[in-house]
T-cell receptor, first 115, second 111 residues
Framework: QKEVEQDPGPLSVPEGAIVSLNCTYS??????FMWYRQYSRKGPELLMY????GNKEDGRFTAQVDKSSKYISLFIRDSQPSDSATYLC???????????????FGQGTTLQVKP | DAGVTQSPTHLIKTRGQQVTLRCSPK?????VSWYQQALGQGPQFIFQ???????QRGNFPDRFSGHQFPNYSSELNVNALLLGDSALYLC??????????FGPGTRLLVL
């Protein structure tokens, strides 16, 4: 069993839809949770960064972490064709009080937003 | 403010050869991590450098080695290349106050 599970999709939605992306994990030591967006043949771009449980909102993006269920989500409101990309969840146990440890990634979910 | 930069962007090697990839971290970052991303997969952690020493290592053979310089830049070396080493190699930099930011990657093809 992988430490981090993510449905690879692909996921196809119409423009303006609300998108929900999810990951589950097995390691209860994970404290830091990230979502990266990766366009084809490019490096991952940090979207959201959350420490421990709770919600975080940034514009059209909302990240949720439920440590009791070992489940994290990314919601995209009013999705746009430019949101079409692969979304990677990543998590880390951290090193002491800072997030400098290795990241464990999900497989990535490919999202297509159709005009 | 330049982000993480990597060179070269692409390269092609043959089996058995050796390759060196380079990374310059984001300004203010002192930690560099390397990841390998196979097609259709998430990145896999290779190792991390801090204060010019390897701090953590993933499940990669000794053919994979690295170095960090006093200016925090880093190199990844892969010896005795195998076909399975073909992948996108990503460098990420971080600090105690910032999480990991990735560079554009180096795409390696081994023939």
């Amino acid at each position: 069993q992988k430490e981090v599970e993510q449905d690879p999709g692909p996921l196809s939605v119409p423009e303006g839809a609300i998108v929900s992306l999810n990951c589950t994990y097995s390691n209860s030591a994970f404290q830091y949770f990230m979502w990266y967006r990766q366009y084809s043949r490019k490096g991952p771009e940090l979207l959201m960064y959350t420490y421990s449980s709770g919600n975080k909102e940034d514009g059209r993006f909302t990240a949720q972490v439920d440590k009791s269920s070992k489940y994290i989500s990314l919601f995209i409101r009013d999705s746009q064709p430019s949101d079409s990309a692969t979304y990677l969840c990543a998590m880390s146990a951290g090193e002491g009080s800072s997030n400098t440890g290795k990241l464990i990634f999900g497989q990535g979910t490919t999202l297509q937003v159709k005009p | 403010d330049a982000g993480v930069t990597q060179s070269p962007t692409h390269l092609i090697k043959t089996r058995g050869q050796q390759v060196t990839l380079r990374c310059s971290p984001k300004s203010g970052h002192d930690t560099v991590s390397w990841y390998q991303q196979a097609l259709g997969q998430g990145p896999q952690f290779i190792f991390q450098y801090y204060e010019e020493e390897e701090r953590q290592r993933g499940n990669f053979p000794d053919r994979f080695s690295g170095h960090q310089f006093p200016n925090y830049s880093s190199e990844l070396n892969v010896n005795a290349l195998l076909l399975g080493d073909s992948a996108l190699y990503l460098c990420a930099s971080s600090s105690t106050s910032e999480t990991q930011y990735f560079g554009p990657g180096t795409r390696l093809l081994v023939l």
